[in-house]
């Protein structure tokens, strides 16, 4: 009996001893939970009654331990407790899509049953714990969607259990810490991508043979793409290496080795690779891969070349095929539209000529095609208009020909610009009632009239038919346009009235180009009543009448209206409107300035002699040149204060004996000097050489006078007056006081102050370049004589006191005169007029490949400079630093660096500094996304620009237009808005 209490009174004091640890643990659990909730805000407001275990988020086993704490998007804010590494049952932790800050804590790894650990999508920085290394339980960790920073843990390894790995969209660094002995075999799922992740794919990830999800995409990891890494990988469905430095085998030339590694992965769904500047040909085994599952195929961004191989229609379940920007060449094969189910095709920006397949009919389902900037040919096929799924249909920058099929229907964006195609617009693809995004046909040899049928798209918000052969008058019934933002109907034969229902678009239209046709009448009235117009172009028209500067056109200047004489308005630049009386005046004073000039003129033959004689025997004195002193318009008009007398004497005073103090720049030819006349006006005198090469300086002093005197454009230099004698030669200018293009992209030579207030922000780099191609482009086609500039360079453009820019130095120009005989320049020709052809065209780095093999100087050539002058803008960077640096040009280093993935690294340094406040050139939005944008866009004209092919580059007629509409943003919106389709389309690769 007694031994029977005895065991009785041991077990009471078992069970007693047991419920005690119980109701310790239980307490210990409620403790850390009310640590945990003292550190955070959000809804918890239940947490403190008595029941622990009913609170939010919390689930207890039967003992009553914590073992889920499962708190997603619960708004919480603050920082993780340690105390929760005291929660020991604790099995699920997801504290998901919240606002907690601060680090993740060391403390998580003394959980020893933990399972699973969620905490993406908050604010945490600092590291990620070695301790999580003792989680020996864990199976899943996610940690994505933060900005977690340092390496991955190798301790990590130690967590056998583990089968998901999720850290992607942190700022990790270092390498993937996967070494020999790692061993995790049951991992399925590693998710690193949108990191800084360094070094090679490590070797022991083909020992994770249950791997169906790989994706490193968007770091920077690089070596020799693997061959012999995922043959072992059966149930591997999505591998993803994009946007990082891979290479090829056989120096980045052969790309057989890791396709043929692939044949074996028997599930795979989808792969990308692009963006790495891997080389090499499309191997035919492509057709091999993984035949009945591979659904997506990503290429696009590499130097890949040669053909598209037959055997790519051999992928019956291909749905997206990106094989853009590369260098790929030949026709596009009948066999790519055999895949039943392809929906998107992207070819652009390769050289791919031939005509566009009739098996085009085959791809039923396609509703995305880019085949963009290549070299295609022939007719748009009429089996075309059979694809009814068709969304994007992008065919811009190509050679085809022909009429457009009337029977083309697109939902979204249709863009068949910068082609050759002729004929009407076909009522048809006029009337697209569906079509959403943009229209654009523009630069082509399009004629007739514009279809009345337009009027039936009212969801468009973007209209460019501009640079075409368009004529008669532009229709009432674009009214019908209803949410347009952006019409441009610009360089056309458009006759009649702008219609007064374009102005019953008060509460869409941003902006309108409608320069440069035959239109006549008024400017409606109700335009200037929007309150949403941004920006307007009436220039070169034949318009009448009064326009005010009131309402939206507010904002304009005299840009907005040049080349229409019987303007008059308050807008600043446009002649006053002074009624009947004010008009017969103007008539008046002509008629004076008239008979001043004959009798002038006939004064100036009766000295003429005299005047030489004069000029041999006494000190050098300024001539009464040819040369405007007001600035000039494409108009011809000159303001009366054109051709002051200034004295030799004048010039000595003024630049205290063209003492060194005053020198501002030297160049090939001379010393410019700045001067200040009595009167208190400020001058550069650029003064040429005079040395055993005079016969060459002379002819560039003739040539610089002989350009400007035939040129008159805002954005050109313009001259005060000249001087030439055997022994001096000079030309006066206006100074600049912001200096120099070059000051402001690298600072003044030496480290000196900078010339001017500003620094170079994304906006001022736009008006630049766009006043820069603006005056090209009246060089190279609206000047009465064509000039090719020859040293177009960022010292040779000014900056002046509204910092706009300023071509300058003519030194090295060429005339090419495409008319008659014209009595300034001399006989007509149809060739470069090359008076100096013992020297190169240009500076080193800016001068176009060509001259270097005896071409001749070019409008080509000069695009060539300008291309590398816009890179220089965006890089900051010297062509001739890229050279000595990377041993190859800006082109190169665009082409292969920042087109491919280092877009965000280039953007970052245009960032806003302070205060981080909105871009100027659009509305609130996320600046990094818009800075990207911007920035691409720019870096592909700088890279169209500088091609090595003269023929393949744009015109400067093309480059104004297109700075234009990306510098105004509203172009920039509509064709990003494609763009980002397309890539939110590419990029579901989880």
Known sequence: MPRFLALITIAVAVVSSSHASVVDSQASDRTALLSFKSCVWGNLSDWGFPKTCNWTGVTCDSRGRVIYLLLSNSNLTGIISPAIGNLSALVRLDLQSNQLSGSIPPELGMLSQLAELNLNINLLDGVIPEALGLLRSLTYLSLYGSNLTGSIPEAICNCSSLTYIDLRTNSLTGEIPFSTRCRLPYLKKIILFENKLVGVIPSSISNFTRLDWVLLQNNFLGGQLPSQMFNMMPSLKYLYLSNNNFSSDDGNTNLEPFLASLVNCTSLQELGVDSNGIGGKIPPIIGNLSSTNLSKLYLNDNEITGTIPHAIGNLPSLTDLCLDNNMLEGPIPLEIFQPGWLTQLVLANNQINGEIPKSISLAQHLSIMDISYNG????????????????????????????????????????LSYNKLTGQIPDGVAGLSSLQI??????????????????NMDKIQALDLSANKLSAAIPAQIKGCAEVEYVNLSRNFLQGALPSSIGALPTSLHVLDVSFNRLTGMIPQSLQASPVLQFANFSYNNFTGEVSSEGAFANLTDDSFLGNPDLC???????????????????????????????????????????????????PSIQLSHFPTGQGNATGKRRSDEHPRISYRQLVDATDGFSEVNLIGKGGYGHVYRGVLHGGTVIAIKVLHQDHAGEVIAGSFERECRVLRSIRHRNLIRVITACSTPDFKAVVLPFMPNGSLDSLIHGPPCGGKPEGPRQLDLDLLLGIASNVAEGMA????????????????PSNVLLDGDMTAIVSDFGISKLVITGARDPEVGEASTSVCNSITRLLQGSVGYIAPEYGLGGRPSTQGDVYSFGVMLLEMISGKRPTDVISEEGHGLHDWAKKRCLQHDVDAVAERWLPRDPPSVLPFGPPRCEMEVIVVMVMELLELGVACSQLVPSMRPTMDDMAHEIACLRDGTWRKYRATGLKAIDQTKSKKY
């Open 376 to 415: 295609l040919q022939g007719t748009i096929p009429e089996t075309l208009s059979n694809l009814t799924k068709l969304g994007y249909l992008v065919l811009d920058h190509n050679q085809l020909s022909g009429t457009i099929p009337p029977g083309l229907s697109c939902s979204m964006i249709l863009d």
């Open 778 to 793: 009246y060089l190279h086609h609206h000047a009465p004589v064509k000039v090719v500039h020859c040293d177009l360079k």
């Open 438 to 455: 943009y229209l654009n046909l523009s630069n082509n040899l399009l004629e007739g009239p514009i279809p009345l049928e337009f009027g």
């Open 569 to 619: 308005g308050s807008i600043l630049g446009l002649a006053p409107c002074s009624g009947k009386h004010g008009h017969f005046l103007y008539i008046a004073i002509i008629v004076v300035v008239a008979i001043a000039a004959g009798l002038l003129a006939m004064v100036c033959v009766v000295d003429h002699d005299l005047l030489k004689t004069r000029l041999r025997l006494t000190a």
